[in-house]
């Protein structure tokens, strides 16, 4: 059975930081490109990041881009978000997603998802 679980929300005043956590099982996790997805209050899906199966690529959307980091340990099939200077528009639940294609990773069409954390940023 394919699993992603992610970890790591809660609530968090602006400027802060937090690390989201995302532990996959049942698939080949090291040949596949992870992401993440979020979806704030009444909006849609909005892609965030991913990271590809090397390790050696990552993205950003513009929205996050210097402030977001993005890891990947194959060893523990566990991927990372480390999300700095959080601002009150980086509310949403953040998904993992994961795919052996990138665009379909961005495109919020990945074949695997997590069931989603939730991440408030508010004072």
């Known amino acids: 059975e394919v699993q992603l679980v992610e970890s790591g929300g809660g609530l968090v005043q602006p400027g802060r930081s937090l690390r989201l956590s995302c532990a996959a099982s049942?698939?080949?996790?090291?040949?596949?490109?992870i992401g993440w997805v979020r979806q704030a209050p009444g909006q849609g899906l909005e892609w965030v990041s991913l990271i590809d199966s090397t390790e050696r690529i990552t993205k950003y959307a513009d929205s996050v881009k210097g402030r977001f980091t993005i890891s990947r340990d194959n060893a523990k099939n566990t991927v990372y978000l480390q999300m700095n200077s959080l601002k009150p528009e980086d509310t949403a639940v953040y998904y993992c997603?994961?795919?052996?294609?990138?665009?379909?990773?961005?495109?919020?069409?990945?074949?695997?998802w997590g069931q989603g954390t939730q991440v408030t940023v508010s004072s």
């Open positions: 049942g698939f080949t996790f090291s040949t596949y490109v």
């Open positions: 997603a994961a795919d052996t294609a990138e665009y379909r990773v961005v495109a919020g069409k990945a074949v695997y």
